[in-house]
């Protein structure tokens, strides 16, 4: 049987994705919702189409196995899946791809594939799922470097060992999230990490991104469940100890920990798993305001229920994910366990719910499988919309649509002005620039603390400027959210495209720390540059 290929310009397997029929009836409906008279199509780009430059490096006859210069691999590494990647596949563009891309079946063959890229000072960027939404996969720009080499992971694959008694495991960095969870599935444990790029991304980018997951509360982050990790560097192996907290000195495992490739490449870490849940108790609970879902979400994470859900969505966010119907906002609400039921923190969740105002459902707080509580009501609706989103956003490019996303974090005493003044400069960004459309938010995560809010674009954009015009926008929403405060990114990592907001995020003194430690780790300044940090 033929191997089934990735689309090399956008989300998902070649066979994925809306049919011409379902393109057509999203065209019309995205036309009849901004008062338009329709929607071009583009079609996707094909490989005949790639005038991509000759590679610009000869690869050593060692290495010529396991590396490739099809311009099917050097195109479908050299773009991640932003909005910018997007829109910049369907206009055939490619002006700087990579000129090799190399496949790794080992860490020594890893080790060999980046001291030959020392040798040569060439630009070395690993890849894991190709998920970026930052710009944090593609080769640099310039000519810094004389040629480029995407170093893919997907060989590394592997579950190597369980401790069952630590309930944890060994596994290798470049497993995607369905065969990590296969590979976990017969000995009852999951990592139970499920970011929305779960089906391709892999578990060394999650932990090089400090990717969020599936828990809105307690265990948002990757970072909660790496034990330790082994990093190959230019100057060599890492290992960090395998103990469950240490008090000696600062962690080398958060030194590596979102670092985006920059400072080494991770092989293998040991995970903190759980137990698989077999109780889950659910409710979708409208609200009159969106402000009034959140003060309701505050007291819930306050007084450490630790739902595995508790997401926000606004009158609009809900309208366009089926869970309402725009008039009210919606509180997407979970608990699970593995041992035992959930009736008594579910019961006390509604009843916070219900002081602040949410309509609770007379069937809310059943405790059910994990099944029936995933796919019923508006909470199945929300879910679907969340997974089938990636698949649908290369449609919304190909119309010419401008559609993208940006996330942050901020403490709950800021919140309804922080709210109030991202949102109005994003509605005025995007009227003054596309002319109309539509910003929309929900919480991704919340945290006794404050919450994370991740707000969602969709406008009429033209095509040939819609990189143009996003760019545009993410200029002024992102500026506005810094000087108020919140965070550049609390989930998407920083990459080249958060890179401007970063460097005014961070303090001076943490940036000179970081420059010592790619300086010491990666002399030559190879790994991933332009990303985080520019070297020396």
């Known amino acids: 049987m033929a191997e089934r290929r990735r689309k090399f310009w956008g989300w998902g397997y070649e066979d994925q994705g809306p049919n011409p029929e379902q393109q057509k009836h999203m065209a019309e409906r995205m036309a009849k919702r901004f008062g338009l008279k329709g929607f071009e199509i583009t079609p996707p780009p094909t490989e005949a189409e790639l005038k991509l430059r000759a590679p610009r490096v000869r690869v050593p006859h060692a290495l010529e196995e396991i590396c490739s210069t099809t311009n099917y691999d050097r195109a479908g590494h050299s773009y991640g899946k932003s909005f910018r990647d997007g829109v910049r596949a369907f206009q055939r563009d490619y002006p700087n791809p990579f000129d090799v891309v190399a496949f790794p079946r080992s860490e020594q063959e890893l080790i060999r594939v980046l001291e030959w890229c020392d040798r040569e000072k060439l630009a070395a960027s690993p890849y894991g799922g190709g998920s970026s939404v930052m710009g944090g996969v593609e080769p640099p720009a310039g000519d810094r470097y004389p040629g480029a080499v995407s170093i893919d992971l997907m060989h590394l694959d592997k579950v190597l060992e369980v401790d069952r008694a630590s309930r944890a495991a060994r596994i290798q960095g470049g497993v995607l999230g369905p065969a990590l969870e296969d590979q976990l599935r017969p000995h009852g444990y999951t990592l139970r990490h499920y970011p929305q790029s779960f089906e391709f991304s892999s578990l060394g980018g999650w932990i090089a991104t400090r990717s969020g997951g599936h828990f809105a509360t307690l265990y948002t982050h990757i970072d909660d469940f790496v034990e330790s990790l082994r990093v190959v560097t230019p100057s060599g192996t890492i290992e960090s100890r395998r103990l469950p907290g240490s008090g000696a000195g600062p962690s080398p495992d958060r030194m590596f920990i979102g670092s985006e490739g920059t400072l080494g490449i991770i092989t293998e870490a040991w995970m903190r798993l759980q137990d698989r849940p077999t109780f889950r108790a659910g409710a979708s609970i409208p609200f009159p305001s969106f402000i009034k879902a959140a003060e309701a979400v505050r007291q819930i994470s306050q007084i450490a229920l630790f739902p595995a859900n508790c997401r926000v969505l606004d009158e609009g966010e809900a309208l366009n994910s089926g869970a309402g119907d725009g008039s009210e906002a919606v509180l997407v609400l979970a608990f699970e366990s593995a ?198």
């Open 339 to 536: 041992d035992h039921p959930l009736e008594p923190w579910m019961k006390r969740a509604l009843e916070c719910a219900a002081d602040h105002g949410g309509k609770i459902p007379a069937d809310a707080g059943k405790t059910r499988t994990d099944k029936e509580a995933t796919h019923e009501g508006a909470a199945g609706a929300w879910r679907n919309a969340f997974l089938n989103a990636p698949y649908l956003r290369d449609t919304v490019i190909a119309m010419g649509m401008v559609s993208d996303t940006f996330e942050t974090a901020i403490t709950w005493e800021r919140f309804p002005e922080f709210h109030r003044q991202v949102m109005t400069a994003a509605r005025e960004a995007v009227a003054r620039i596309c002319g109309q459309g539509t910003v929309t938010c929900r919480f991704t995560h919340v945290y006794p603390d404050g919450p994370a809010p991740y707000y969602t674009v969709l406008a009429p954009g033209e095509k040939g400027s819609q990189v143009q015009q996003w760019d545009e926008i993410k200029k002024a929403v992102s500026d506005v959210l810094i000087k108020l405060g919140g965070t550049i990114t609390h989930h998407h990592a920083v990459g080249r495209d958060h890179r401007p907001w970063y460097d005014r995020q961070r303090p001076d003194g943490f940036a000179t720390a970081l420059k010592a430690a790619k300086k010491a780790l990666d002399p030559r300044g190879i790994l991933n540059p332009g990303v985080l940090i520019d070297p020396d």
